[in-house]
């Protein structure tokens, strides 16, 4: 099966337009070898028969090959540091209507995360995120909006009180603060970037890709950045050569573009 994965990139990309040689191969096939497997399978030209023909089999395919480890206000601590310092600094730059995008959003966690943060500063009115991601599935999940208790167990006391309401042993977000998201499909490696942001958000995502793709999306972002906006990274990740890229640093993981 091994000497076929070129010849099976080329086919997804086909298919898709998701394009695996910006992943890093040796634990991305290793992760499709897995599903191929499990699926009884034994070779990618059968599979991608497979998942040609069957609907389910292809959102499977797209489903396992994203990675969907999310949790509302990840990393207190930078939450905390967005909260006081680099939200305010943006309303007192940019005014109440700030451009927001929750890039690669998985289950909805970060952009509600963002619109809960925002609602400290600012009427739920004035609050619009953009929120997307490649994965179907995923963002028909966050439009439903329902968590387990370890998803929400980061959301400060007071907004878990106002804004879930316990269903069973689920937790669900209440509409207003669905309202404020507008979810959208998007391959960060392909799609166009929207313009005039004040705020990227795209967290512990970019750890999967190769340096050089890495690089060429933290430059779009930067190209999506009004002067003065924030891009807010994630605690695995790190841009070393920010200052190459127009960015400063302004926090451990918020970069300012010049």
Not at 210 to 219: G, L, R, V
Not at 223 to 241: H, R
Request: proline share 2%; hydrophobic share 35%.
């Amino acid at each position: 099966m091994a000497n076929d994965y070129e010849k099976f990139k080329k086919d997804i990309y086909m298919m898709t337009k998701i394009d695996l040689s910006s992943y890093k191969e040796k634990q991305m096939k290793r992760r499709i070898d897995t599903l191929i497997a499990k699926n009884g399978i034994k070779e990618y030209d059968e599979y991608v028969g497979v998942i040609k023909k069957d609907k389910a089999k292809f959102e499977e395919f797209v489903n396992f090959l994203t990675i969907n480890v999310s949790e509302f206000y990840r990393n207190p601590e930078q939450w905390k540091l967005l909260d006081e310092e680099i939200i305010p600094d943006l309303i007192q730059r940019f005014g109440k209507n700030l451009k927001v995008w929750s890039a690669a959003c998985s289950t909805g966690d970060e952009p509600y995360s963002l619109v809960m943060a925002l609602s400290r500063h600012l009427p739920l009115n004035n609050i619009r995120i953009t929120a997307t991601d490649i994965d179907k599935q995923v963002i028909a999940t966050a439009k439903v909006g329902l968590y387990n208790e370890k998803s929400i167990a980061g959301v400060p006391k007071d907004l878990k009180e106002k804004y879930f309401t316990k269903i069973g042993n689920s937790y669900q977000i209440s509409e207003e603060i669905k309202k404020r998201v507008t979810f959208k499909e998007h391959n960060l490696l392909k799609d166009p970037y929207m313009s005039g942001q004040h705020l990227i958000v795209c967290r512990n995502v970019l750890i999967y890709f190769t340096d050089e793709a890495k690089e060429e999306i933290y430059k779009k972002y930067n190209k999506a950045l009004v002067q003065g906006g924030v891009l807010f990274i994630g605690s695995t990740e790190q841009i070393i050569n920010y200052k190459e890229l127009n960015y400063s640093r302004e926090q451990s993981f918020f970069f300012r573009k010049l």
